[in-house]
T-cell receptor
């Protein structure tokens, strides 16, 4: 129940295309869902986050869609660029657990030019 | 540049050595975290400090010993590590509030155990 399932494991998108990464969870106590972007040799950087009382959040080219009833959330990257090539992790946390993050297994995105 | 600074960036040590990893943040955050990340895997939580007190220990072996000397600093003391402990060790920090707060990560210490 503590797992966050992320798909796909890897993704290749043409420059200018839309990248979509999906995550699913079981534990309804999760109340915070961030996405992190990680480049090789760097730590994860917070990209965008959402709480269950909102169905969509947009920041620039990045959008989170959240479906509370289906217990799913997804990251959409519009107009994907080669500089977006990185590993993306979805995550979830429970306030009662002391804000520890449970990460998905990650998606390696390659944007071809 | 990240606002969470970790030193050293790389560390190679033998199984009998004692070393420490350091993490510093000046964002006024009162929660600090240690994560371990193996290659091509997600970060895994090791420890959480809240208001300088250890609040979560994810059953980490005693050869890893965390310390939070003040609200800006977090250390991880290492002793008698095993080769399987080779990984990227990440520090993160966040505010403490009534709702979950964003965690900000450093770039990690790449640890290799010979």
């Amino acid at each position: 129940q503590q797992q966050v399932k992320q798909s796909p494991q890897s993704l290749i998108v043409q420059k200018g295309g839309i990248s979509i990464i999906n995550c699913a969870y079981e534990n309804t106590a999760f109340d915070y869902f961030p996405w992190y972007q990680q480049f090789p040799g760097k730590g994860p950087a917070l990209l965008i986050a959402i709480r269950p009382d909102v169905s969509e959040k947009k920041e620039g080219r990045f959008t989170i869609s959240f479906n509370k009833s289906a217990k799913q959330f997804s990251l959409h990257i519009m107009d994907s660029q080669p500089g977006d090539s990185a590993t993306y992790f979805c995550a979830a946390s429970i306030k009662q657990a002391g804000t520890a993050l449970i990460f998905g297994k990650g998606t390696t995105l390659s944007v071809s030019s | 540049d990240t606002e969470v600074t970790q030193t050293p960036k790389h560390l190679v040590m033998g199984m009998t050595n004692k070393k420490s990893l350091k993490c510093e943040q000046h964002m006024g955050h009162r929660a600090m975290y240690w994560y371990k990340q193996k290659a091509k895997k997600p970060p895994e939580l090791m420890f959480v400090y809240s208001y300088e007190k250890l609040s979560i220990n994810e059953s980490v072996p005693s050869r890893f010993s965390p310390e939070c000397p003040n609200s800006s600093l977090l250390n991880l003391h290492l002793h008698a590590l095993q080769p399987e402990d080779s990984a990227l060790y990440l520090c993160a920090s966040s505010q403490v509030g009534t709702r979950n707060q964003p965690q900000h990560f450093g770039d990690g210490t790449r640890l290799s155990i010979l």
